[in-house]
């Protein structure tokens, strides 16, 4: 059974920083696209960052232009988890953050992504 648990979510002030962590198990993610999205309360869930597996060079990464410069996605692969490194966060970075997975090279669209974690509160306050 593919379980996706996401953790380090929480309350920030503008400008701190939080890391998220998204464990996958049940099957090897070595060759899945893993993402993060969020969803604010009455908007709907937005892609934030994705990274990529290659088998002859480094992952590629993938973001949001909201978050470009801001939050560096990244993964250990032996571990089966990917991280999200948020830093000068701002407040409408507020939402819950969803860790998600895809065997097909979907990289930005949620409708391409067979798995999901439940999701973790970030509150940025200003």
């Known amino acids: 059974q593919v379980q996706l648990v996401e953790s380090g979510g929480g309350l920030v ?3 701190g920083s939080l890391r998220l962590s998204c ?3 049940g099957r090897t993610f070595r060759s899945a696209v893993m993402g ?3 969803q604010a309360p009455g908007k709907e869930r937005e892609f934030v960052a994705a990274i990529s597996w290659s088998s002859w060079s480094a992952d590629s990464t993938y973001y949001a ?3 470009q410069g801001r939050f560096t996605i990244s993964r250990d692969g032996r571990e089966n988890t990917v991280y999200l490194q948020m830093n000068s966060m701002k407040p409408e970075d507020t939402a819950v953050y969803y860790c998600a997975a895809n065997f097909r090279g979907i990289v930005s669209a949620k409708s391409g992504y067979d798995y999901w974690g439940q999701g973790t509160q970030v509150t940025v306050s200003s």
Do not use: N, P
Request: charge should be neutral; proline fraction near 0%.
């Open 23 to 25: 464990v996958a198990s």
């Open 13 to 15: 002030q503008a400008g």
């Open 65 to 67: 232009d909201s978050v």
């Open 36 to 38: 993060w999205f969020r």
